[in-house]
């Protein structure tokens, strides 16, 4: 029997199978982060089979480098547990002014070094998060919105994604309360909606007839226009 058929038709099933159990009664579950899920379990279960992180990588058809990324971006915070140590980062910078590099080691001592490190590079690179000075006086400040809107990556994707980050932290949210958290003007803020629900990232439901969005995870793919 071929095991690569084998594996594609229970993969189709399942699939089929979510696909019915997200659209049941008419409902639009939320699905952005099933995927990441997957990998994250499919991970932890070839480990348990005894592979090395190199063969697992292969079978991905990942480079070892890009594997690693991916696993420490998913894996789950050591810190705040239920939450992804990438978004756990992002949200310990916008809660202040501005942070030293050695105060976000110190609040994420109980994770891998390693991973802190590479998060805070991720959201530096993705311009979500401003890095100035050097050495033990490097600092870290989450940028606003106004200032991510006026850099020359793409700018729709860049409110998308902010807007994104909101719901995650705040949802299940109303439009009219996301404008507080996410102060941008009202059709730009209305069109990231549009686009997030659209592509599956949020989720769009009612609650005592206001419309209110939701998601499971933010994860913004490193190397992506605009993160």
């Known amino acids: 029997m071929d ?28 699905l952005a982060h099933t995927a990441n899920q997957v990998f994250v379990d499919l991970v932890r279960e070839l480990k348990e089979q005894g592979l090395g992180n190199k063969v697992i990588a292969d079978m991905f ?20 547990r239920g939450r992804s140590l990438w978004a756990s980062v992002l949200e310990f910078l916008q809660d202040r002014e501005s942070v030293l590099h ?10 891998d070094e390693g991973s802190v490190r590479s998060v805070l590079n991720d959201l530096v690179d993705s311009g979500m998060v401003f890095r100035t000075g050097t050495g033990a006086r490097r600092t870290y400040r989450a940028a606003k919105p106004e200032e991510y809107q006026g850099t020359e990556r793409d700018a729709g994707e860049g409110v998308a994604n902010f807007v994104w980050v909101a719901v995650s932290r705040f ?7 996301l404008a507080d958290v996410a102060p941008l003007d009202a059709t730009l803020l209305s069109g990231a909606l549009e686009r997030l629900v659209k592509d599956g990232r949020i989720a769009r ?14 994860v913004i ?5 605009a993160g």
């Open 3 to 30: 095991i690569a058929v084998l594996i594609d038709a229970i993969v189709r099933q399942t699939t089929v199978l979510i696909a019915q159990l997200a659209t049941s009664a008419g409902g639009r579950a939320p």
């Open 61 to 80: 058809g990942m480079a070892l480098r890009t594997y690693h990324w991916k696993v420490r971006r998913l894996g789950e915070s050591s810190t705040f």
């Open 102 to 111: 050695g105060e976000v080691l110190h609040r994420f001592r109980y994770d």
């Open 171 to 177: 949802g299940p949210i109303t439009e009219k309360a």
């Open 205 to 218: 439901s009612e609650r005592d007839g206001v419309a209110v969005y939701s998601c499971d995870q933010c």
């Open 221 to 225: 793919p490193l190397g992506s226009a």
